[in-house]
């Protein structure tokens, strides 16, 4: 390949890390004290031969399981860290949110560690002063941010972190795992502004654990195991591929090198086959209804073992800011989806959305209904169209009841409180 297109954000070719791993410190010093004449060290690698292009805009999604190259990987690509051999290149700023508090001084304030990093990163301070409220602000540290870092909590030093990095506006922002630290409020702030992000062409790079996550953001992800590439392609085809194989490991603990040679393809698992949405009770498919029309929305599935493969269907209605309006699955209604092939209908009488564009997603779940097999989008956005004066997001079934002249009632009388 040609190193260094423009089209691309980044590219990496070969890239490999390897570490000297000593016994004792003695043996650093007595190696070094012989000029390489004597070995005392082991090597470890931790990446080999890795080489991948993501394209300006797109998300790339890191898994694997622990040990993999992940972080190594991404250490390499935001500069910490330096490659044993290969190459790379990133176009433009880059941003990057790996360990909690990386890059901080404990013994600083939140506000002396901004503008700490912010002028490592090449910002003046008129540039910082005028970013400093948005960050502070962002961040919600309120009076803690001229406290020292090692006051802080976890979840405060992500704060911190994460709003350094997401306001110097780089054209490269990578994050290793850090959203499962701090609360649910904060989260969502991050993962909005990460959308926004891809919503400004902005480059991602995201490692997780969380496969749903990397194949809601990513357009890309690599597989790595052991420091190479096990496998590269789009996110939901790696991720299908990589959940199939820890299961698979789970499945025969006994001997997992013979499961790592045979991971079972997606074929071989249950997975979904497509959705539509009809007129209810027609085969006429509808994509523009007015609220309180009734739909049926078919999902077809394929599951090659139900003996050993237990499963549920859901089904996810969403607007188009990411925001699940309603959901439900036949587990909830403890109903049970089986044999090898089908279609399961959900039946909604009378829709209660209001105006606006949905995506009606078809998601395929394990027995307990906590890990996801597959899913499934529906071809088009659903369109309710509303043609009355309601307003708000849901149409809520209601009656009224009009009583001229009924007092207000006492309010009702409280017990002293006795010692």
């Given at each position: 390949m040609v190193f260094g297109d423009s089209k691309y954000a980044i590219e990496a070719e070969n890239l490999g890390k390897s570490y000297k791993l000593f016994n004792s410190p003695a043996h650093r010093v007595f190696?070094?004290?012989?000029?390489g004449k004597w070995k005392f060290h082991r090597e470890h690698r931790a990446l080999a031969n890795v080489s991948f292009r993501v394209e300006r805009g797109h998300a790339l999604g890191v898994v694997?399981?622990?040990g993999a190259g992940k972080s190594t990987l991404l250490k390499i690509l935001s500069g910490t860290t330096d490659p044993s051999t290969g190459r790379f290149r990133l176009a433009g700023h880059v941003a990057s949110l790996l360990e909690l508090g990386a890059g901080f001084h404990p013994e600083f304030s939140g506000r002396e560690n901004i503008y700490l990093n912010g002028t490592l990163l090449g910002?003046?301070?008129?540039?910082?002063?005028?970013?400093?409220?948005?960050?502070?602000?962002?961040?919600?540290?309120?009076?803690?941010?001229?406290?020292?870092?090692r006051t802080y909590s976890s979840g405060m030093a992500l704060r911190l972190g994460f709003s350094v990095a997401v306001h110097l506006d780089p054209e490269v922002l990578i994050i290793d795992e850090v959203f499962a630290v701090g609360d649910m409020h904060?989260?969502?702030k991050c993962a909005d502004r990460v959308y926004d992000f891809r919503r400004r062409g902005k480059t991602i790079v995201f490692c997780s654990h969380s496969l749903y996550d990397v194949r809601q953001l990513c357009d890309v992800c690599i597989?790595?195991?052991?420091g190479t590439v096990r496998q590269i392609g789009d996110s939901v085809t790696v991720t299908n591929d990589y959940a199939a194989f820890s299961r698979s490991l789970d499945a025969n603990e006994r001997n997992p090198g013979e499961w790592y040679a045979k991971a079972p393809a997606r074929e071989e698992l249950p997975h979904l086959s497509g959705i539509r949405i009809y007129k209810i009770g027609t085969e006429e498919e509808i994509y523009d209804i007015a609220p309180g029309d009734g739909i049926d929305v078919r999902?077809?599935?394929?599951?090659?073992?139900?003996?050993?493969?237990?499963?549920?269907?859901g089904v996810i209605f969403q607007r188009n800011d990411a925001t699940i309006v309603t959901a439900d699955s036949t587990e909830f209604s403890k109903l049970e989806v089986a044999g090898a092939q089908g279609c399961v209908t959900y039946r909604c009488h009378k829709v209660i959305l209001l105006s606006g564009q949905f995506t009606v997603l078809g998601v395929l779940l394990d027995g307990p209904g906590m890990h996801r097999y597959d899913h499934a989008m529906s071809p088009s956005n659903l369109n309710?169209?509303?043609?009355?004066?309601?307003?708000g997001l849901v149409l809520q079934q209601h009656d009224w009841l009009i009583e001229p002249g009924r007092p207000v009632p006492?309010?009702?009388?409280?017990e002293e409180a006795t010692n």
């Open positions: 190696e070094a004290a012989s000029l694997g399981p622990n910002l003046s301070r008129r540039e910082l002063d005028r970013l400093f409220p948005v960050m502070l602000e962002f961040s919600e540290l309120g009076e803690f941010i001229d406290r020292p870092l904060f989260a969502k597989w790595l195991d052991h999902i077809w599935y394929r599951n090659p073992d139900p003996a050993q493969y237990k499963i549920h269907m309710v169209r509303n043609r009355t004066k309601d307003v006492e309010p009702a009388a409280r």
